[in-house]
């Protein structure tokens, strides 16, 4: 079984939004830090965004399809997710670099 090529947009269209949020993320999270006992910013925020985009594909299948996704769909949307890995590390350094600069 594949993934539909509407579904695959839809999550790279929910990736590329979850990503422009990064800035937003990156100034509220240091408020949170003293509650939330995180020592690490940049692993923080990158758990953060890939938690958003596990939760938002998984949501997109369940309405698209009306169903959960198989062992086998899970593991294709965790590859299309992963492609986005690098992305999503660089826009957060890039992120950070802009505002120390």
Do not use: C, V
């Not at 890995?85 to 670099?97: A, G, K, L, S, V």
């Amino acid at each position: 079984m594949e993934l539909t090529s509407e579904f695959r947009h839809r999550i790279e269209d929910s990736i590329h939004e979850i990503i422009t949020t990064i800035p937003t993320l990156k100034q509220e999270y240091p408020k949170l830090k003293n509650d939330w006992k995180f020592e690490h910013d940049l692993d923080f925020i990158y758990g953060s965004i890939i938690g958003q985009i596990l939760g938002s594909s998984f949501t997109a299948f369940k309405m698209i399809h009306n169903r959960e996704a198989s062992s086998e769909e899970i593991l294709m949307i965790g590859e299309i997710i992963e492609s986005y890995f690098p992305i999503i590390r660089d826009e957060i350094i890039h992120n950070d670099t802009k505002q120390n600069t």
